[in-house]
């Protein structure tokens, strides 16, 4: 069925004055009133085909219109056998899907569990040199896409605690950084609270291991993992 395309021009004066839209919003159901009754995509597509009605987006006027169904059409449609069907046959695909999901779950925290988290062995001096590289690194890429001034470069400084703190910071962002890879142990799972703990449990290994192998990092590691700043802009760490 094709359907019917309002606009401002072609709009009657009740449409103009709202009493159009007033009555369409009865007379149809939207995407959204589908999705509350059970409906999905698929069997929108499969069952009722193109729209009764097209309505410019009253909130952003460029983005797509948006596509009505006659209540009559959705409510014959939802009689028929052909839509129990279907409605069954959708509710055990979404099923099947939290199953998979748990399941990958599962495995993905199990292998972060696992796995051997092989931090890097430097001297003291070598790990702050490669930490003040790294850093100046950064600050010279940030500079360039900011088009501002170079960075005078991050410098050792000795004597005072200020320093030294941030000495620390830039040496656990190096080895976040050189750690990165563990991002990988991650793969299979996307948004929600599977991934959310996912990434925690990999974050909370991924510290544990760089105070394992700098225990003069540790409280720089807490600190972080309590919320502070980290200045690491190549890991999700």
Known sequence: ??????????QGPAERQGGGDSQAARMHLSAAGLRARGWTAGMVRQLLGEPDLLRVNPHVRAAPRIRLYRVERVEAAERSEEFRAVSAAAVRRSAAARVAARRRRREVL?????????????APHQLAALAVEHRDRRDTEQAYERRGPLPDGATLRGGSAGAAAALDRWKVDYLLQRLARYDELLNGLHGGAGRVAAEELLRRRVYAAITEAYPFLAQECERQLSGGNSDAGATSM
Do not use: C
């Open 1 to 10: 069925m094709a359907a019917h395309e309002t606009n401002e021009v072609g």
């Open 110 to 122: 199990a292998r972060i569990a696992a796995e051997p988290i092989e931090v890097p062995r430097l």
